[in-house]
């Protein structure tokens, strides 16, 4: 009896451990780039020492501060595609990578995600800006009236229109609060590089800053 106890426990761990490793190629793929110290790190390790994930070290701001991150290897991306997460995986060249950037991304969001749950609230959705340029892109690719077709597709997902442009957001957390109503809520890091007329914007858009 002991035995097939200590069989299920395992098989529990063993079910859980894919969980996590799932949920963590899943988050990576969605942001691009995690850091490394926002992973947990007996998941990772397994992640890299299948090779599905790599570790990146870079100097990064004016004081060169050291940022250790972790984005998907090619059999990462192609793990995640497989799975048939709904999201879209990010690949990017190393020139366009903003891993400072990215990073605070991924924190403001699992932050923003703790709230929603200690509240009672629950996660249905996770879009990042990447999904959205895809698909304005898309709209507007032969469009002859690039204003109009923009603000329908502004419209079409509910994304703030201002100035003239959709303002996108970093990431969209779609979820239901402890009320059992459907909520949003945009979240937008700003760096240094942003004008104070993008800050503006963002703001009059109801992003998070």
């Given amino acids: 009896m002991e035995r097939e106890r200590e069989r299920d426990r395992s098989r529990e761990r063993h079910v ?9 190629l899943v988050d990576i793929g969605r942001f691009g780039v995690i850091g490394l110290h926002d992973l ?6 397994e992640l890299l020492k299948q ?6 070290r870079v100097l990064t701001g004016e004081k060169w501060t050291r940022l250790d991150y972790v984005k998907l290897t090619a059999s990462g991306r192609c793990l995640v595609r497989h799975l048939k997460a709904r999201c879209e995986v990010i690949q990017r060249a190393d020139k366009d990578l903003h891993p400072y950037h990215d990073v605070q991304v991924y924190r403001h969001y699992r932050a923003a995600v703790r709230t ?19 698909g304005h892109s898309q709209a507007l ?3 002859k009236d690039t204003l109009r077709d923009a603000r329908a ?19 969209r957390i779609l979820y239901i609060d402890e009320f059992g109503r459907e909520q949003k809520e945009d979240i937008e890091v700003v760096t240094p590089n942003y004008s104070a007329a993008a800050i503006r914007a963002k703001s009059s858009g109801g992003f998070r800053l």
């Fill in 16 to 24: 859980e451990r894919l969980h996590d490793e799932r949920q963590m």
């Fill in 40 to 45: 947990d790190r007996r998941t990772l390790a």
């Fill in 51 to 56: 090779g599905h994930a790599e570790h990146y």
């Fill in 116 to 134: 929603i749950e200690s509240r009672g609230g629950s996660v249905l959705r996770v879009i990042h800006e990447r999904e959205y340029r895809s």
């Fill in 141 to 143: 690719w032969k469009s």
């Fill in 153 to 171: 597709y502004a419209e079409a997902h509910g994304l703030p229109f201002v100035g003239g442009s959709v303002q996108i957001p970093d990431v």
